[in-house]
């Protein structure tokens, strides 16, 4: 998946008691053709208030300012405001749609400096923007040791640690911020995403209702709280609905698409599957995961021509997030159209590139697992290894997750245990939120083992 950048050109100005320092850039001098200076409020400069800043500045296409947003505040109310007035009178050359503005107030009379938070902050947005993780984490550590409260701060470090795969600090940092500014949507959303990873259900679930609660017309948060409601509640019903609803607030959201898609496969409606990963496909063409999604709903319906096709264009994409948690899934559903290919080894390749761009990801373990103890080709199949992956799969999903434990199951039997294998099978039969239809492949997978045949996958008809 693609995430754009978030924030447009930089434009850097410091007040010294109402004076406007000149930017350190020429051609980011050059974007601002009026410029009237920001007042020093005489009763904030009488009792000596100073601060740092960060505005945000929405320009019409003419180049004037539709509207000022404080992204940082100054710390008080009246230095806030005497930088929205003036910044809403500033005007640009024709071009970018947002401008960020760092405004500090102070006695000394300094001007734009590296070390400000002001600064940091942006150049924080800036690295993030570049998909720069770790010196989005190092640019903000040095900001909040200037600023420790600053919520939004807090809250793009949260984003950054979320993108690099780091669930935990992810919402140490996005709790920090809520517990400054509750009203922040997207860390509650972001939190969400985090617990959901963890397999934290209820608490994942109560941060996506207070993100919908803050902001009703937000279609992530819906799509979001959906794939919770599908992966871990198993309530497909409530899940089809919030992302019908998410695509009725933003009908060109392709996730929403293909995770519907997704849900209609596992309802085995591959009609409907077919028709949402059509779309997904025709809104981000050079997404490998619709594609390889497409291709097994085809070859379920017995279109192994289109299948083909599908996977083959597939397996020739590579990944296009650098999200650690999209990125396995990504590896997966190609690993899943080379399998269509009988491409094995190119599968478990796959398969086990996963597991290294994640090893927290139980997903990631169970893939490589199952792979490793049902695969056709003989070459493949490693029962000894499959155990050792399917263990750590229930272990990070906290044994939780039945399709998991049927992994280590399917894993036992390949090995020649078929003790622990029935045992095991019979552990994720146990799980009360089953569907029909899962329930009933557990229980085949069961009465195999109870046989002492293991289990084969066969793609075109699990």
């Known amino acids: 998946m693609q995430f754009p950048p978030l924030f447009g050109r930089v434009f850097v100005v410091s007040i010294a008691i109402g004076v406007l320092s000149p930017p350190a850039n020429a051609e ?38 539709s509207s000022v947003e404080t992204v940082i505040s100054t710390g008080y109310a009246e230095l806030d405001q005497s930088g929205i007035e003036a910044f809403s009178k500033w ?90 500014q509750p009203s922040l949507a997207n860390s509650y959303l972001i939190r969400g995403s985090a617990y959901l990873a963890k397999g934290e259900a209820e608490k994942s679930l109560a941060d996506y209702d207070e993100v919908i609660r803050l902001q009703p017309d937000l279609a992530r948060a819906y799509c979001d709280r959906a794939d919770l ?31 519907r898609g997704s849900l209609f496969f596992g309802r085995r409606d591959y009609a409907h599957a077919i028709a949402d990963l059509t779309e997904a496909i025709r809104l981000s063409p050079k997404d490998l995961d619709p594609y390889a999604e497409r291709a097994l709903a085809y070859l379920r319906t017995g279109d192994r021509s ?40 190119l599968a478990e390749r796959d398969l086990r590139d996963a597991c290294h761009v994640d090893p927290a990801s139980p997903d990631a373990y169970n893939g490589l697992a199952w792979c490793l103890a049902t695969c056709p080709d003989d070459r493949i199949r490693n029962g000894r290894e499959a155990v050792v992956l ?60 109870q046989q002492h045949r293991p289990y084969r996958q066969d793609l075109a008809t699990d």
């Open 28 to 65: 980011r001098r050059n974007t601002a053709i009026y410029a009237p200076r920001t007042e020093y409020p005489l009763d904030a400069r009488s009792r000596h208030l100073e601060g740092t800043g960060v505005f945000v500045l929405h320009l019409r296409a003419d180049g004037s300012v």
């Open 91 to 180: 005007r640009f050359k024709p071009g970018p749609k947002k401008i960020e503005v760092p405004l500090r107030f102070t006695m000394q009379g300094a001007s734009v400096s590296g070390n400000s938070v002001g600064n940091l902050f942006l150049e924080a947005r800036a690295a993030f923007a570049k998909r720069n993780y770790g010196e989005t984490i190092r640019l903000t550590g040095r900001a909040l040791k200037l600023s420790p409260d600053s919520a939004p701060i807090h809250a793009l470090r949260g984003d950054a640690y979320w993108r690099n795969g780091d669930a935990d600090d992810a919402i140490k940092e996005h709790s920090e911020a809520i517990r400054l």
């Open 229 to 259: 409601e599908d992966d871990l509640f198993k309530q497909p019903e409530k899940a089809l609905a919030d992302y019908t609803h998410a695509i009725e607030l933003d009908p060109k959201f392709e996730r929403a698409y293909f995770d």
């Open 306 to 345: 289109r299948a083909s096709a599908d996977a083959q264009i597939a397996t020739r994409l590579a990944p296009t997030t650098e999200m650690v948690q999209t990125r396995v899934l990504d590896l997966e559903l190609r690993a899943t159209a080379h399998e269509i290919l009988e491409q094995w080894q």
């Open 390 to 449: 399917a263990t750590k799969a229930c272990e990070l999903s906290g044994w939780r997750r039945a399709g998991i434990i049927d992994t280590l199951a399917a894993a036992y039997a390949e090995s020649g245990d078929f003790d622990q294998a029935v045992k095991y099978e019979q552990q994720a039969l146990q799980d009360s939120r089953l569907q029909a239809r899962q329930r009933q492949g557990l229980e085949d997978h069961l009465r195999s083992f």
